[in-house]
């Protein structure tokens, strides 16, 4: 079957504006999972989802970055009022749920790579 | 803190060498470690999950071990390949469900 999608591929944009991101993951994958790489970086965790709901959303850098889940299935990361620092590749992830990242790996989508100029 | 880290940060070998990457992570109260790959432009591959109570996992030419008392793991690749060249990615799951990664080997093999 499918794996996780991610679109755009890649973005550029200016500073300040507003940017969205989008993630499809495996059909009936409940959890999902956004992560966000620098430059010679690993991937470092934001935000992740039990069905609609942000579980934990920690890894969130400030109050600019929100992702939403309204159906249970695809899920955006919103970024607003773009910064150069905010260039990296994000990365979302889907398990069946939380607790099967315990036995099973998390399957990743390509990333979308976004340049803030 | 859980921090992961991997050494050495670049490793350049000739064809058909076995070859030993490292990691290693400060918080052992771990549930896997897990080894990913990632090609230039890609996401991570899953190559090996090792459970918290086991000592390795093999996968063709993959051997990753678990050391979870001295927070060690180890993946040999075995005759590596020009096709095994990619970055090599550590990452260990504690008890919040979440992925905290090393920052990666850069694996070039030459023909």
């Known amino acids: 079957g499918a794996g996780v999608s991610q679109t755009p591929s890649n973005k550029v944009t200016e500073k300040g504006k507003y940017v969205e991101l989008r993630c499809d993951p495996i059909?009936?994958?409940?959890?999902l999972y956004w992560y966000r790489q620098s430059l010679g970086q690993g991937p470092e965790f934001l935000i992740y989802?039990?069905?609609?709901?942000?579980?934990?959303d920690s890894g969130l850098p400030n109050d600019r970055f929100f992702a939403v889940r309204p159906e249970g299935s695809v899920s955006t990361l919103k970024i607003q009022r773009t910064e150069r620092g905010d260039s990296a590749v994000y990365l979302c992830?889907?398990?069946?749920?939380?607790?099967?990242?315990?036995?099973?790996?998390?399957?990743f989508g390509n990333g979308t790579r976004l340049t803030v100029t | 803190k859980q921090e992961v880290t991997q050494i050495p940060a670049a490793l350049s070998v000739p064809e058909g060498e076995n070859l030993v990457l490292n990691c290693s992570f400060t918080d052992s109260a771990i549930y896997n470690l897990q080894w990913f790959r990632q090609d230039p432009g890609k996401g991570l591959t899953s190559l090996l999950l090792?459970?918290?109570?086991?000592r390795e996992q093999t996968s063709g030419r993959l051997n990753a071990s678990l050391d979870k008392s001295s927070g060690r793991s180890t993946l040999y690749i075995a005759a590596s390949q020009p096709g095994d060249s990619a970055t090599y990615l550590c990452?260990?799951?504690?008890?919040?469900?979440?992925?905290?990664f090393g920052k990666g080997t850069l694996l070039t093999v030459n023909p």
């Open positions: 992830a889907s398990s069946l749920d939380a607790g099967s990242s315990y036995n099973s790996p998390l399957h």
């Open positions: 090792i459970q918290s109570s086991q």
């Open positions: 990452a260990v799951v504690g008890g919040n469900y979440k992925l905290t």
């Open positions: 989802f039990q069905g609609t709901g942000a579980a934990d």
């Open positions: 059909s009936g994958h409940t959890a």
